[in-house]
């Protein structure tokens, strides 16, 4: 059965990027073949200028579940990318802990994820994301499981954090106001086999404010893709 069918894009650096489409049209199988979990049998990914085509570790990527090894600490699940590279444990926190107030984990590196909030959670899911590869993040709907609140409050946190880490992100959701909220472009895929259906360019101002998903601008872009999506 095929899945993607001719499709190309681009993610520039320190940009963000979302992909759009119909439940079960192949976003998540992009996102595994740009990582390298899935074989390409046909096309090529390609990272600064360098065929990177089936080779894994060279990009983050967070799933929808935080995926936390319960038996650990949060510390402890945050270095675990760097112990995979064969770091020490006390290399690895001390790396990591300047980074623990940023993604609003300082006084919780010590907490079993039984102890989080579901946003606690994630937040600690993407700071072990982003010590695996500082550069480029894949977050496949790392918001999908939350409450409309916390997700709310987590958009607005990760644009803040992305801002500060200057990571370039590949996102996927089934969410259009989250994904014109948070991006610079976004592709609109049709159901499978997926092809591009649409770029549509984000020009709102940054940084971004709640309250951007309430203006005229916002909801003539809304309706827009959901038209292309229907």
């Not at 695996?132 to 644009?159: C, H, N, Y």
Request: charged share 25%; with cysteine; aromatic share 10%.
């Amino acid at each position: 059965m095929p899945i993607i069918e001719d499709v190309s894009f681009y993610l520039d650096q320190n940009e963000f990027v979302t992909l759009i489409g119909p439940s079960g049209c192949g976003k998540s199988t992009i996102f595994n073949m740009i990582a390298g979990i899935v074989p390409v049998e046909e096309g090529k990914v390609f990272i600064d200028g360098r065929d990177c085509t089936g080779e894994v570790g060279q990009v983050s990527y967070m799933y929808q579940k935080d995926l936390l090894l319960p038996w650990k600490k949060v510390i402890d699940n945050t270095i675990l990318p760097l112990i995979i590279k064969g770091e020490s444990v006390r290399e690895a926190r001390k790396k990591v802990i300047p980074y623990l107030k940023l993604f609003g984990l300082e006084g919780f590196e010590y907490k079993y994820p039984f102890q989080l909030s579901g946003g606690m959670r994630q937040r600690a899911a993407l700071l072990r994301t982003y010590m695996f590869s500082k550069d480029i993040v894949l977050l496949d709907e790392p918001f999908g499981g939350l409450d409309a609140i916390t997700r709310s409050k987590m958009q607005s946190w990760l644009l803040e954090v992305i801002e500060k880490v200057k990571a370039s992100v590949l996102f996927v959701t089934h969410d259009i106001e989250e994904a014109i909220y948070l991006s610079d472009r976004i592709y609109v895929l049709t159901e499978r086999p997926a092809r591009i259906k649409e770029e549509v360019a984000i020009h709102l101002p940054r940084p971004r404010e709640r309250e951007i998903v309430t203006t005229t601008q916002f909801n003539r872009i809304k309706r827009h893709i959901l038209l292309n999506l229907s």
